[in-house]
């Protein structure tokens, strides 16, 4: 099986910074992309940041220039670097990575647990 591990979370006050850390472990064969999600009380859960293996980028609008993903393939860790931080990217913060376990397999989605932001002066 797969686990992703996310770590970094915490309380900052606004226009602080947090890194989150996901580490995927198991039966890897190769990871297509990771990701991160954020949930808040009573919202759908949404799209922050997204790499791909080869290093392909995207962003939700609100976080742009604010938020950088990144990714260390031979670690199959992924970080999120939050500066300039608001009180609205208070939320529930997932990760997520689109694994090929083994070389004949499908593309599986795996999640990890969540680590909670809180921005709050």
């Known amino acids: 099986q797969v686990q992703l591990v996310e770590s970094g979370g915490g309380l900052v006050q606004p226009g602080g910074s947090l890194r989150l850390s996901c580490a995927a472990s198991g039966t890897i064969f190769s990871i297509v992309a990771m990701g991160w999600y954020r949930q808040a009380p009573g919202k759908q859960r949404e799209l922050v940041a997204r790499?791909?293996?080869?290093?392909?980028?995207n962003y939700a609008d609100s976080v742009k220039g604010r938020f950088t993903i990144s990714r260390d393939n031979a670690k199959n860790t992924v970080y999120l670097q939050m500066n300039s931080l608001k009180p609205e990217d208070t939320a529930s913060y997932y990760c997520?990575?689109?694994?090929?376990?083994?070389?004949?397999?499908?593309?599986?989605?795996?999640w990890g647990q969540g680590t909670q932001v809180t921005v709050s002066s």
């Open positions: 997520a990575a689109d694994i090929l376990r083994y070389p004949d397999y499908g593309v599986e989605d795996y």
């Open positions: 790499i791909t293996s080869g290093g392909s980028t």
